[in-house]
């Protein structure tokens, strides 16, 4: 059986007790370690769960999923996934993948920050289409995120919009070469996010967006340490929200409840 | 302290480790039961957590607010909801209340059909503005979810169909009565819904969408006897997806990966 298990937002005991059951008489346990992290890292996970967890990055889960797969026809295999299982596009190919295979699926659904985000007070049914930031480089610097912000804006939705993780990325000089390095993991921080934006806001003709718009900011949500803050989008782009991961929320028309609620994490 | 406490969407051991951790140290624990219900009802709920279980429909979560926040200042109370917190906007106002009044507030978020919906193999990211549908009756058959729909259809996105859920209606004989009696709890269907849909595209000029829609239909998400259907909007009207919860999917375009995942649940 191949075990997708949602592990939810914040630490070890996030996971469902239907998971953590899963884990526990699991014969192998993977964690997917590069759409999403927890607060706390591999060695507090396998203390808790008291068996070891593999790490898997991108090349591990596409390389070594046939593989993994093999081993789940015979034994219990627990592919552990920060957030929610569906959250990724990858994993939905895994689980479509097993079920080609005739190998047996059980998903244990979690919090992901798709539904999660409501806790600064914006609700759900007021959010339009999703996006995400890039990081950008001196000769990259895609903005197709912004259209889709302005159409919901447009239609008075919000935009949960999720920010840039890059980890295992190789150096640009090792790119070609059969051994490579890599550059230290890089997660966006809202400030990053909001300068970006800034950035594309200037250009913007229409101003439908300024430098004095809304922002809420969003930290290590569903933790302990979770930090919220809002302000307009040239306060947040010199933010410090802390360690990661971060997102953020371009609002669209505020309900009276929306409003009192982000009134709380408001900053001058 | 207020334990704000998602419960996710199957049954008891849906909950999270933190979640439970709560539930057991909780001197009182309260179960909010008109948004949305488990496959499994209160008795079950008792025996695992081994202490009573209050229900409260939606009188007694408004009327008993300030009681149960007063209690919050100086015991453990432990508010339990379908889903995850967030997913109600009479949740976020609870929360707000508490902190206003000093009350501390702990969330323990959980996995909420607004994100376990993926599991039909539709990426959330291609999700727009979600909608209600609610009941028809003779004389009020409201259909200003269509155009949320249409919508985000333009726009290539899909729609999440959250159907109506009656529970403590009262009898129209009772309604202006001091004692009132109530009518059996309701719980819209893939097919009632899929129903109403089809009068309204009946009267649609512009046929955006036909009875020949794709429709994907979602039963009891996240639990052992989760079911997907999918089928033309006229074929859904008719189906038979078993107990309650539904929802349903107005999908937008479709990227290959989520056709390849959704076929497997088409019928003719």
Tied chains: 1, 2.
Excluded at 96 to 107: D, I, M, T
Aim: aromatic content about 6%; charged content about 25%; proline content about 5%.
């Amino acid at each position: 059986m191949l075990y997708v298990v949602g592990l939810g937002l914040g630490d070890a005991k996030d996971i469902t007790v239907k998971g953590l059951e899963a884990v526990r008489q699991a014969d192998r346990v993977i964690l997917e370690a590069y759409t999403s992290i927890l607060t706390i890292g591999r060695e507090a996970l396998e203390e808790y769960y008291g068996k070891p967890v593999e790490v898997a990055d991108r090349d591990a889960v596409e390389q070594g999923a046939a593989e993994m797969l093999e081993a789940a026809k015979s034994s219990d295999v627990a592919f552990l996934v920060v957030g929610d299982p569906f959250g990724a596009t990858t994993h939905a190919d895994l689980v479509l993948r097993a079920r080609n295979e005739g190998v047996p699926v059980q998903v244990i659904h979690n919090a992901s920050i798709m539904n999660a985000v409501a806790c600064c007070g914006l609700q759900l049914y007021h959010f339009g289409e999703t996006v995400s930031i890039p990081f950008w480089t001196e000769t990259w610097k895609p903005d197709s995120f912004y259209e889709k912000i302005i159409k919901n804006k447009s239609r008075g939705l919000h935009t949960l919009c999720l920010l840039d993780i890059q980890v295992k990325e190789p150096t640009p000089e090792s790119i070609t070469k059969k051994v490579k390095q890599y550059l230290p993991p890089r997660f966006m921080s809202v400030a990053q996010a909001s300068e970006q934006l800034l950035k594309i806001v200037e250009d913007d003709c229409e101003k439908v967006i300024t430098e004095d718009n809304l922002i809420v900011g969003l930290a290590r949500v569903g933790s302990d340490s979770q930090k919220i803050m809002a302000g307009s989008l040239k306060t947040m782009s010199v933010s410090d929200l802390g360690p990661p991961l971060h997102c953020l929320i371009v609002p669209g028309e505020l309900h009276p409840l929306e409003t009192e609620y982000v009134e709380q994490y408001l900053v001058k």
